[in-house]
């Protein structure tokens, strides 16, 4: 099969999963207690204002009414308005998602850096002082929970070191925003050629980049040490060895590019997890993601917002899916898109 | 040299290089006109009357756009600054005039009143801004209902600059009432431009692009991150800001709220949890302000639903059993108003909120269960907003503590945000529960008819008393200075004392940090940035 009828099929595979998410998601959020219409009656509402309200947000009708006007204006793209910010729920996840993106997208650049170097050393020295340098990073990392660990950081490197920005978000108040290209500040503002720009939003990027990193080291860690492991003590890498190749030729040509396939669907998982979990590191650096943006959409009962913030990481996630399944078959060729 | 070892030590010095430009972070130097807030909440529209907007997106209101009339400032005892309810002044109206039955208010309007786009500022812009209040519903309608603002016809545009507002019955929170957010004046001409058949109202253009004549206008929006204003030199409607540009930036965590207030990166936190505030009061690094809020009270509730709390002497018996000091000190920290030991068990004021005659007395609380039925004890919830979880959980769990040792066995039920309105308000279902209601317009009648009066939405005790009914509606529109205004609120006040539906904690104070550098903050009814006054030194 051609590469692109291969996709277009995966596509046309995972329509009805995500029906199903959306219905599961319409129901749920009608199910649970809370009302939308009650909150943003507001302050001295009385049960007049309060049905006012609910006629206008439409939702005095029945379920399956809006439920077909939900289908009606996802055909047309429209995913509703979001109540709690006022502004439509698809410009909202459209400006929340590169913020998230980018700050996971980077995370995970850093803790791969880490992690991976980390594991295969661990596994080559099994037992030895770096093997239990990666057990204690990896433990302390997975048990220190998010906000405390940004919480730390912030109070080390800003609140006394001075060394680190202001946690105030992407960008300082004194610099405007590049013209937006991928959403990415630091790669918008490298294509605007502003430079100041650049750094300044890169500083900013640096401490909960670290916050998250260090929790996300944990899991590729860990798995790029037992897949080095389990490739280290396999049947060809004797045979290699055995034929005299060279230890690095054997290490990186052979051992780690068979440990690969396990740490990138582990990678693959650490990351949609963390996508929309790092709601914790939003708070504590005032980042505009999209996590803060669903808690508080919950929180007040935002149906539109919830939905379409539960429906758009679904669509994401098929796409990672896609995405693992064919870096598997170019890691390994015996390995096909199909399974 | 291998390349392993390369790789290693190249990999050093990129980690090393990294860190240098960290080691000389300019802290960030605003110019000395603009003014750095933060605040907790986000904003999620510029224009109040729109239908869910919420309460911190009120300041919008405040700072963008003006009313027909503000209140003056007082000096409060520790030397901050509040605004003063006795004290109405003008704002967009130059004067105004009582007609001698007291029925109708004639305002004249500033000659030099323009709004942002330079046409003037007329009779007809307030009375389509106002009808617009009415018309959207909600919150605003209601607002406008308690001055008595309830038909579009009693709004009157006399001519350009002469504008009446016809009142069904004179009312002492008429007045007041202009002053109050939700009565702005807009731009009516620059709305209509954008209004549709489906939008009459201008809604939709409203919401993101103010059209006002306010002190401030606002230069940007970042929806859930920032709100920046910027000064209208043309304003008329008091005294020019001391800030060229206000800075509002929206920080979710309290913690990294403390750290920028303290690290001198921000003019001004606002609205800080009491416990912070108690901290930095003892660092002396930045000011703390304390502002009572105004016909405010914490209170817990006790509802006539549920059976016991029908006798007064049971009431009676759970306010006695409160362990006051111990819920201030630790769930408020010590900053507040005290509201319980009042000396007599007579009322003798007309001050409210004013302490009431109980206090922590288990003998006493005991003696007066055993004279009831329900003296052998009983088991009741007390409810509580997980929302405001930061007093009310300390709060129920030292009232629990305190009424099990007169046999009254209580369990916590946390109630979510979401629904607290609901069940709590609307359906006024929770048999015991706190609450924190306060007043915009301060006169202790306007707190009884929200709080005491059946059916109204903050009476969350379904207390229903007709001689306390009688009073509030002799009260709520009489004016201060009547004779017998004062005698009928200190018999109001009397049965609260005795009757107690709501037992009162402590009265709630707004806490802000603010730079030594920042002056003119001054305490607003609606508890929101009022950036006006704001000046660096």
Same mark, same amino acid.
């Not at chain 1, 300044?200 to 860690?221: E, R, S, V």
């Not at chain 2, 600054?81 to 208010?105: G, Q």
């Given at each position: ?216 080291? %944990? ?13 280290? %003590? ?106 | 040299?291998?390349?392993?070892? /390369? ?56 700072? =963008? ?22 004290? =109405? ?58 001055? &008595? ?6 709004? =009157? ?9 016809? /009142? ?23 709305? @209509?431009?954008?209004?549709?058949? @489906? ?17 401030? @206008? ?94 007064? @002497? ?26 319980? &030991? ?34 052998? &004890? ?93 009073? =509030? ?65």
């Amino acid at each position: 099969m051609s590469g692109l009828a291969t996709i277009l099929s995966r596509m046309l595979q995972a329509i009805p999963t995500l029906f199903g998410i959306v219905v599961v998601t319409f129901l749920l959020t009608r199910a649970l207690p809370g009302d939308p219409a009650a909150y943003f009656a507001g302050a001295s509402a009385t049960p007049e204002s309060i049905a006012e309200i609910r006629a206008k947000l439409g939702l005095d009708q029945s379920l399956p009414v809006q439920f077909w006007r939900y289908l009606g204006s996802l055909g047309q793209g429209d995913l509703g308005q979001s109540i709690s910010t006022g502004q439509p729920v698809s410009t909202e996840l459209l400006r929340r998602l590169p913020a998230s993106l980018e700050l996971t997208l980077f995370a995970l650049l850093m803790s791969v850096t880490v992690a991976v170097p980390l594991g295969v050393l661990a596994a080559v020295r099994q037992d030895s002082w770096v093997d239990q340098l990666c057990r204690f990073i990896v433990t302390a990392g997975v048990s220190l929970p998010t906000f405390f660990t940004g919480l730390l950081l912030v109070y080390i490197f800003y609140f006394i070191l001075g060394w680190a920005p202001a946690p105030l978000g992407r960008l300082d108040m004194l610099h405007v925003a590049p013209p937006p290209v991928t959403g990415f500040l630091v790669l918008d503002g490298l294509i605007a050629g502003d430079l100041k720009v650049t750094w300044a939003a890169f500083k900013q990027l640096l401490l909960p980049g670290i916050t998250l990193a260090l929790f996300t080291l %944990a899991p590729l860690a860990r798995m790029t040490r037992a897949a080095m492991l389990q490739a280290l %003590a396999s049947e060809y890498l004797r045979t290699a060895r055995a034929a005299g190749l060279s230890p690095g030729r054997v290490l990186f040509v052979y051992a780690f590019r068979n440990a690969l396939l396990p740490v990138i669907t582990t990678l693959g998982m650490v990351f949609s997890f963390t996508l929309g979990a790092n709601v914790l590191v939003e708070k504590v650096f005032a980042w505009p993601g999209i996590g803060s943006y669903a808690i508080e959409a919950l929180v007040v009962s935002d149906y539109a917002a919830v939905q379409g913030f539960v429906l758009s990481m679904a669509v994401l996630f098929v796409v990672l899916n896609l995405v693992i399944d064919t870096l598997y078959t170019l890691i390994d060729p015996r390995v096909t898109i199909d399974g | 040299m291998n390349r392993r070892d /390369l790789l290693k030590s190249a990999g050093a010095v990129a980690a090393g290089a990294s860190l240098l430009p960290f080691l000389k972070s300019t802290a960030w130097a605003a110019p000395n006109d603009t003014v750095v807030v933060l605040i907790g909440n986000t904003i999620n529209s510029l224009d109040i009357h729109r239908p869910g907007t919420n309460r911190p997106s009120y300041q919008v209101a405040v700072n =963008v756009y003006d009313r027909l009339v503000t209140f003056g400032t007082k000096k409060l005892a520790d030397g901050s600054l509040a605004y003063d309810y006795d004290k =109405v002044e003008p704002e967009l109206a130059e004067s105004w005039t009582f007609s001698p039955d007291r029925k109708s208010i004639t305002f004249k309007i500033k000659a030099n009143a323009t709004f942002w786009d330079g046409s003037p500022v007329t009779a007809e812009d307030v009375k389509w801004s106002f009808e617009r209040a009415l018309a959207l519903g909600g919150f605003p309608k209601v607002q406008m209902g308690a001055g &008595g603002f309830v038909d579009p016809a009693q709004f =009157v545009a006399v001519d350009a600059k002469t504008f009446r507002i016809d /009142l069904k019955r004179p009312s002492k929170l008429s007045l007041p009432n202009l002053g109050v957010p939700v009565a702005v004046v807009i731009n009516s001409k620059a709305a @209509k431009a954008k209004a549709t058949a @489906k939008d009459p109202w201008a809604a939709e253009f409203l919401h993101r692009t103010p059209a006002g004549s306010g002190a401030f @206008k606002v230069e940007r929006w970042d929806s859930g991150q920032q709100l920046i204003y910027v000064r209208n030199d043309k304003w008329v409607g008091g005294p020019l800001p001391g800030a060229q540009r206000v800075i509002i930036r929206e920080v979710p965590s309290s913690a990294t709220r403390r750290a920028l207030i303290e690290r001198g990166d921000a003019h001004l936190s606002f609205q800080i949890p009491n416990k912070d505030a108690q901290e930095l009061n003892a660092g002396k690094k930045v000011k703390v302000t304390g502002s009572p809020i105004d016909n405010c009270l914490h209170v817990a509730c006790l509802n006539y639903n549920f059976e016991p709390f029908r006798d007064q @002497k049971v009431r009676q018996a759970v306010a006695w059993a409160i362990p006051y000091e111990q819920i201030f000190k630790q769930a408020a920290y010590g900053r507040g108003v005290p509201m319980w &030991g009042g000396k007599s068990p007579k009322a003798a004021s007309v001050a409210w909120p004013q302490p009431f005659p109980y206090s922590t007395d288990l003998a006493k609380a005991k003696a007066l269960l055993d004279q009831t039925p329900f003296k052998g &004890g009983f088991e009741v919830p007390l409810s509580y907003d997980l929302g405001v979880a930061d007093w009310a959980e300390p709060t129920a769990l030292l009232i629990q503590e305190s009424l099990g040792k007169i046999g009254i066995k209580v369990t916590l039920n946390k109630v979510p945000g979401a629904n607290w309105r609901t069940v709590a308000l609307v359906e006024k279902k929770l048999p015991f529960l706190l609450e924190n209601f306060g007043g915009w317009l301060n006169t202790p009648d306007y707190y009884f008819y929200w709080a005491y009066i059946k059916g109204n939405l903050f009476n969350a005790s379904n207390y229903d008393d007709p001689t306390v009914k009688k009073l =509030v509606e002799e009260t709520l529109h009489m004016e201060k200075s009547d004779p017998s205004y004062a005698a009928k609120i200190r018999q109001m006040i009397q049965k609260a004392f005795d009757d107690v539906p709501r037992i009162p904690l402590w009265q709630p104070t707004l806490e802000s940090a603010m730079s030594p550098k920042l002056e003119g903050y001054e305490f607003w009814f609606h508890r929101q940035v009022d950036a006006r006054s704001y000046k660096i030194v």
